[in-house]
């Protein structure tokens, strides 16, 4: 920008007058803007004040928004130039396209591109959206940002694009068993595509999604998201003799697995015979004294009130 | 480092809220933000008198940013700018002046400009509460999530916490459908407990901190269930200091987001203050102030929430905090002209 003729300058401009900006007698949090932005955004001012909404005015808000892509005034006025001026919508998505990699975190160029899809209505195209998604997943190995999986949740129930995703979430956790984002995105599915009509789960769909869990954890115990996604399956805890049975067994291997002694306390604990609440008690011990000791405190809490149980029996 | 660098902090503080450098420029719709931060950060540490020649002048400015109804009093628009780059003049005093085009309030600066005042202890007598809430109810979509800004926005519990911050501390509530808002939050809940930024997202410790804040303002923190599991949700994101999500890198402004929400939830004490506070120090930077995590630029947005971690794992002479107000006790009690 700074080799292009300042605005000043420029003839097609000459019609409007810079409205400056009053930061007011004292300078607070005051930014130090250059002179190139400053100048984009007295015109900017000046031209909404106006309510133009010309080529020029679209113009005027690209480049406020090369300035700053998180000026959600420029964004908000560039939608309502977009709209006015009979703009092709899959134009501006290859816009913000572009934008987007350098600014993947940014809301306003998600809403934006949101916006756009809104607009296309019908005329979406839903596979390219997700196919969007995946490649600012893939971009800069931020395979969590949350933005890409809030806009790819949106266009997975908004285009039915079920197939293909369980597939895609597997391939995630190949690179990285330890996405959460992957693994939520895999309850999203599941739960968005089999569930009975009274929205519980059939049990086949339960153990199948156990013990996907469970091929993870044996991979690396150590790994929470899989030890969640089994407990958000495994409801109610009592009904899964045979989990709580491989969970045992683990933990005479694993003896600092925070995980699989947690889990087990919640089990005995739901079970709640005299002997299954010394089981655990014991296990509270476990993992005070070796398995979670950054939460010893909350062990210490929690074998208490299995103590106070086992005295109300 | 295991001692507060309270001189460098001072100093820090000081150039967040003077003139900042050009790259500050994508924070300039929510500049009002940093100045939150800033005075946030010198309340929690008994340090307000450090800027007691300015009080007057920051108030001033945050009243500057209101937007005023036009002679129509219509509400949509109203509540307060995160900065004046629409272009409006200069008005503290809150005149009623020729309304501007395409200019909007946007509730997370509503927010901190309430909080702002009050820290500075002004009585509130220069807002317009019937517009403030004209604004909210302009805001609340359907489904009681709420958007930032009436002419467009995510929709999301960040603006539900804001929004309800906002009744809060105005001691109004007419702004706010209280049965969707409560409805929305729930929606929210995820599978594993914690709470997503919207149904089915992902659970996150700042969403989780959303959702509490707004329930406990509501009043309707004891309806929620599985309790239990919620705390342990969140006693799991220490893993030296808090993560944000299961599996992610510790950052210090979850010790805020989570630690805030554990202290909601009456768990605080379950937590290991020792590992939290070694975290926090960990994020000191030699020029002053805090990090989000060892080893870059300090921010005032991770100073502030260091600072209050700090504060909770028992730094001595830090204010006792309104965790889900997020400010301190002696703020959120400040009288006002809307105070009952």
């Known amino acids: ?313 | 480092m295991s001692k507060l660098e309270r001189d460098k902090l001072m100093r820090f503080i000081d150039r967040g809220m003077g003139i900042l450098p050009a790259r500050f420029v994508t924070q300039e719709s929510n500049r009002l933000t940093i100045v939150y931060f800033g005075l946030s950060s010198l309340d929690v540490t008994n340090s307000l008198d450090h800027i007691a020649d300015q009080r007057s002048a920051i108030i001033d400015f945050v009243y500057s940013l209101q937007v005023l109804p036009g002679p129509d009093n219509n509400y949509e628009r109203c509540g307060f700018r995160g900065s004046p780059l629409i272009g409006n003049p200069w008005n503290p005093n809150c005149e009623p002046i020729e309304q501007l085009k395409h200019d909007y309030a946007h509730v997370a600066n509503t927010y901190v400009a309430l909080c702002i005042l009050k820290m500075l202890g002004d009585d509130l007598s220069r807002v317009n509460r019937p517009a403030v809430m004209g604004g909210l109810r302009a805001i609340q979509a359907q489904d009681g999530s709420f958007r930032a800004m009436f002419c467009g926005s995510e929709s999301d519990l960040r603006f539900v916490f804001c929004a309800t911050a906002i009744c809060s501390l105005l001691n109004d509530w007419s702004g706010f459908n209280k049965d969707l808002g409560f409805a929305y939050i729930l929606k929210c809940r995820s599978w594993d407990n914690g709470f997503g930024q919207g149904p089915e997202q992902e659970a996150h410790g700042g969403s989780t901190y959303c959702a509490l804040a707004a329930l406990s303002l509501l009043g309707r923190i004891d309806e929620l269930e599985g309790k239990d599991s919620l705390v342990r949700w969140l006693l799991e994101r220490q893993i030296s200091g808090f993560q944000g999500r299961v599996e992610k890198v510790a950052d210090t402004c979850y010790s805020w987001w989570v630690g805030a929400s554990l202290a909601m939830l009456g768990a605080w004490d379950l937590v290991n203050h020792d590992m939290c506070a070694s975290f926090t120090y960990s994020c000191q930077h030699m020029i002053g102030g805090f990090s989000k995590v060892p080893g870059v630029s300090p921010d005032p947005l991770h100073t502030y929430f260091s600072l209050c971690a700090l504060g909770m794992c028992g730094h001595d002479g830090f204010q006792p905090l309104h965790y889900s107000l997020g400010l301190t006790h002696r703020a959120a009690a400040a009288p006002t002209v809307f105070s009952s």
Not at chain 1, 55 to 83: H, M
Not at chain 1, 95 to 107: G, I
Not at chain 1, 122 to 128: E, I, L
Request: some cysteine; aromatic content about 12%.
């Open chain 1, 1 to 313: 920008m700074a080799d292009e003729k300042p605005i000043a300058q420029r003839e097609e401009w000459a019609d409007v007058v810079p409205l400056p900006q009053d930061d007011g007698p004292a300078k607070i949090c005051a930014i130090a803007y250059l002179p190139d932005f400053e100048e984009s955004m007295n015109y900017f001012r000046a031209i909404v004040q106006r309510d133009e909404r010309s080529e020029r005015a679209l113009w005027l808000t690209e480049r406020v928004i090369d300035g700053n892509a998180a000026n959600y005034t420029a964004w908000y006025y560039r939608a309502k130039c977009l709209e006015d001026l009979g703009k092709d919508p899959r134009e501006e998505l290859k816009f913000v396209e572009e934008l987007a990699f350098d600014n993947a975190k940014n809301y306003q160029v998600w809403h934006h591109r949101r916006l756009m899809v809104e607009r296309l209505g019908d005329a979406a195209d839903g596979a390219a959206e997700l196919q969007f998604t995946t490649e600012i997943l893939d971009a800069d190995d931020d395979s969590k940002n949350y933005h890409a999986w809030a806009h790819r949740q949106w266009v997975l129930k908004r285009f039915k694009l079920w197939e293909g995703e369980l597939e895609y979430i597997e391939q995630l956790l190949a690179k990285d068993q330890r996405n959460n984002s992957a693994w939520n995105q895999r309850y999203f599915v599941v739960s968005n595509t089999s569930r009975r009509e009274d929205g519980s789960f059939d049990r086949a769909v339960v153990e199948r999604e156990i013990e996907f869990a469970f091929k993870y954890i044996a991979r690396s115990p150590n790994n929470q998201s899989p030890w969640n996604y089994l407990r958000g399956f495994m409801k109610p805890l009592t009904a899964f003799p045979s989990i709580v049975e491989r969970c045992e067994e683990m933990s005479k291997k694993y003896i600092l697995c925070a995980h699989v002694f947690s889990l087990l306390v919640d089990v005995y604990e739901s079970e709640g015979t005299a002997e299954s609440l010394q089981k655990g008690i014991d296990t509270c011990g476990q993992l005070i004294e070796r398995a979670d000791i950054m939460r010893c405190k909350y062990w210490a809490y929690r074998k208490e009130q299995l103590e106070k149980k086992v005295a109300a029996l």
